[in-house]
């Protein structure tokens, strides 16, 4: 098992940046993979971002050039640095993880993240 605290979230206008951070309660260097997501009122959750073990990483085309996804094997934390935020960003977010054979996967709570424009 594994328990994430995320944090990092809060309201900043149009164009500005935040930086989310992502706790794990154990190593996450075996773990498959983490991820943020992203829920927006009325919305679906949407994958935002995701590292690999490896290191590799993808994002969805919304974020694309803006958002980078990072994790720090030794503090147990995965970062989102979100830059030339837009009030669509404006949501919810997630950190995931996926662990072991079986892939269970495992979520926060959640931050907010608001953006004014």
């Known amino acids: 098992q594994v328990q994430l605290v995320e944090s990092g979230g809060g309201l900043v206008q149009a164009g500005g940046s935040l930086r989310l951070s992502c706790a794990a309660s154990?190593?996450?260097?075996?773990?498959?993979?983490m991820a943020w997501y992203r829920q927006a009122p009325g919305k679906q959750r949407e994958l935002v971002a995701i590292?690999?073990?490896?290191?590799?990483?993808n994002y969805a085309d919304s974020v694309k050039g803006r958002f980078t996804i990072s994790r720090d094997n030794a503090e147990n934390t995965v970062y989102l640095q979100m830059n030339s935020l837009k009030s669509e960003d404006t949501a919810v977010y997630y950190c995931?993880?996926?662990?072991?054979?079986?892939?269970?996967?495992?979520w926060g709570q959640g931050t907010q993240v608001t953006v004014s424009s």
């Open positions: 995931n993880a996926n662990v072991g054979v079986f892939s269970h996967n495992y």
């Open positions: 154990r190593s996450i260097f075996t773990i498959n993979y």
């Open positions: 590292v690999t073990s490896g290191g590799s990483t």
